[in-house]
């Protein structure tokens, strides 16, 4: 991923253009994202898959971090004008007021194919230059997780799990570090155990 500065890629995303104050009184339930004058949400809901890697992910970072707390469906306000909606954030003090202020220790974003290039590519830009320290990818479809560390303005790739490597720890800054297996992010009840 590089440092270019990319314009918003729309594929799957509705993009309208508006105020900041229009955009703060969009229903809610539009998860609406707002950057440079244009609020952006995707123009189909989450799936199951990604409501499912959504809590998987919080509950692996809140077990693993009890001292952080995980921020699911919060706002993160970052340079430039823009408002973000990540999946989940660990950040190290408590969001006040729903908004997320300063850089998260992490944010992971659980990809669909309406937001794939979103996140890929605008979002990535986005969190490396607001000096958020990892971003973590999960694809439900590929059943691969992908975790990045911020290194001198750059993500460069820190691990990649999928079903032929499935396991492995990641460092997450001074905080510790946390074992994960992709296997158990996209096991369902239906699954039969491995």
């Known amino acids: 991923m590089s440092s270019v500065e990319f314009e918003p890629s729309t ?20 998860r609406a994202e707002w950057a440079n004058g244009w609020a952006v949400w995707p123009m189909s809901p989450p799936t199951y898959d990604h409501g499912r890697g959504q809590a998987k992910l919080a509950v692996l970072f809140d077990v693993a971090f009890p001292d952080l707390f995980v ?4 706002f993160l306000q970052l340079p ?22 300063d ?3 992490l944010v992971a974003e ?4 309406s937001t794939q290039g ?3 590519v605008t979002k990535s830009h986005e969190y490396a230059t607001a000096g958020i320290g990892q971003y973590w990818i999960l694809d439900p ?26 396991g ?3 460092t997450v800054g001074e905080y510790g570090s946390v074992e994960v297996d992709v296997r158990a992010l996209m096991r369902r009840k239906t699954d039969v155990a491995e």
Do not use: C, K, N
Not at 71 to 74: G, L, N
């Open 103 to 105: 850089p998260p220790v």
């Open 110 to 113: 659980v990809i669909s194919p």
């Open 80 to 101: 430039g004008s823009r408002v973000r909606l990540p999946d989940v954030a660990l950040v190290d003090h408590e969001p006040e007021g729903g908004t997320i202020v």
């Open 118 to 120: 979103h996140d890929y």
């Open 168 to 170: 492995g720890t990641v």
């Open 141 to 166: 479809r590929q059943r691969r997780l992908e975790v990045f560390e911020l290194v001198d303005g750059e993500w460069v790739s820190l691990l990649m799990l999928d079903d032929d490597t499935p």
């Open 71 to 74: 921020a699911t469906e919060s």
């Open 11 to 30: 594929v799957g995303m509705h993009r309208e253009r508006m105020s900041y104050a229009e955009w703060q009184v969009l229903p809610e339930e539009l």
